[in-house]
Structures are given as C-alpha cells and as structure tokens.
C-alpha cells in the first residue's frame, strides 16, 4: 500500500506561504494594520497555535507508521527505532504544550525557558536551530543530490537514503529562511544567515537547472512560492526585522513534520522492506 503525503503537504505548505505573505504585505502597506505580523508573532497568537499543530501531526504520523508498519513489515531496527524517537519527543512537547494552555504560557517560552523569538539577540538558541535545519535540511540534500552521492548499498545506506529529505522538504525549510530581513543587520550573524540562505537559493536553483527531472508539478510549484517569498519578504524586510522568529520556526517546524511523515508512511506502506 503506497502512502501519497506530498499533495497534502504541499497544500499546508501554500496556505501557510499564503497566511505569512499577506501578514507581513498588509503590516508592510498599510498604515491600519502596520503592527499585524508583529501582534501575529507574539506569544499566544496564531503561529503558537501552528507550532501545537505540527507537534500534534508529528506526534500522530509516528503513532500510524507504528500501526500500519506492525502488520506489513518484518521488524526493521533503525526505522522502528527512529520512529518510536520520534514519537516520544513529539510526545514530551505535546506534554509541554498542554500545560502551557493551563498556565497562558507558548510553546517556544516552554521549551526555551521565556527566551525563545526575537531575533538573535533575544533567541540564545537561535544559531543552534538555524544551524541544524541548514545542514541536515537544506544544504546535506542538495549537495546529495548534486554531487551524485553515492551510499553503499546495505541495510543502513538504505536506511540513509529513506531519511534524506526531498526537494520539497528543502524548499519548505527554504522559505523560513527566507523570512528575514534582507537589507538591516543589527550583527554579523545576521549577515551569515543571509549569506547562507543565498548559497543555499543558488544550490536549489543549480540543482533545477541540472536535474529537471527530479523537479515534479508540485516541486516547481512549491519552488515558484519560494521565489515569490523572496520578493514578498524583501518588500517587508523592516517589518520582519522587528518581529519574533516565531514565523521561522513555524516553517521550520513543518518542514520537519513534513520529513518525518514522508520517510515513515513510506517505510509504513510498504509490503516488503528494502532488506
């Protein structure tokens, strides 16, 4: 039984583009709604409730591909193993979340002790984020695939392969990166993670010019979002430099999802695993 997520996610992933874009627009156009994206990002609105979302789909696509694994497939160690890791850490934020609605408190002042958003300044585990989704989200796929990596054919290259996340994947990582401000830097970092993304932009672009084919109808249309983000951002640069990074992460916490339910309702739906 094949398992096809990628429509789905790529229609989250528009309404999400969609929502973020006429936030940061209208706060950027109009003199009424100016502080939008800025109420937007604050503790308790609407991008908290996105992050408890995705904990929750997270949470949910590790418990089905447990399920729907336990009847189709031999006992696989590295895919249940990640799978039920998974699970308990979507578990253990879940957990979080709740008692943050008890106690009026969001998920990022849960988990990063009333220091999470706001920029760098604010955020003592934004470069550690940031950092992380970079290498394992954007540029370890892009270079896999332009390169022509080659993984030694076992059980555990299969398994590497499985978790490399797709070009989709890239782009929705992509597009929280691109929510920043692209002209004002308060500090060097800044300019890094700018530079970074740019490197990043090109590779996927170098990437589409040379394997077209691994670009489908949903791939270009998810790439062509990109680059409409990138103009709507640039536009709006000033008012996404005074907001939290809430908006980052929420995309960054989708490509994540995102990741997690492809490689798993995959190994889920298959009849046979790979060894």
Request: one cysteine or more; proline letters at 3%; aromatic letters at 22%.
């Amino acid at each position: 039984m094949k398992i096809k997520v990628e429509p789905i996610f790529s229609y989250v992933f528009f309404f999400l583009f969609v929502f973020v874009s006429l936030a940061v627009l209208v706060s950027t156009f109009s003199e009424t709604f100016s502080q939008l994206y800025l109420l937007l990002t604050q503790s308790g609105r609407i991008f908290d409730l996105f992050l408890y979302g995705f904990s929750f789909l997270g949470f949910a696509f590790c418990i089905a591909a447990l399920i729907l694994s336990s009847w189709n497939q031999k006992y696989q160690f590295y895919y249940k193993g990640s799978i039920i890791s998974l699970c308990l850490i979507f578990a253990f934020i879940l957990c979080f979340s709740l008692s943050g609605l008890r106690n009026n408190m969001d998920l990022l002042d849960l988990i990063f002790n009333d220091k999470g958003g706001g920029g760098f300044e604010k955020d003592p585990y934004a470069p550690l984020i940031l950092g992380v989704v970079y290498l394992c989200f954007v540029f370890l796929p892009l270079l896999y695939l332009l390169l022509g990596i080659r993984v030694k054919r076992n059980s555990f290259g299969e398994f590497l392969i499985d978790l490399m996340p797709s070009i989709n994947v890239v782009i929705y990582a992509m597009m929280g990166f691109a929510l920043q401000g692209f002209f004002t830097k308060a500090r060097g970092i800044y300019y890094l993670d700018l530079v970074l993304f740019l490197l990043a932009f090109v590779a996927l672009l170098m990437l589409y010019r040379q394997h077209k084919y691994l670009f489908g109808f949903y791939q270009r249309v998810n790439l062509i979002l990109l680059c409409m983000g990138i103009i709507f951002f640039a536009f709006s640069s000033k008012v996404i430099e005074e907001a939290d990074f809430v908006g980052r992460y929420c995309f960054f916490a989708f490509a994540f999802v995102a990741w997690c339910g492809e490689w798993m309702l995959k190994f889920a739906g298959e009849e046979n695993p790979p060894y």
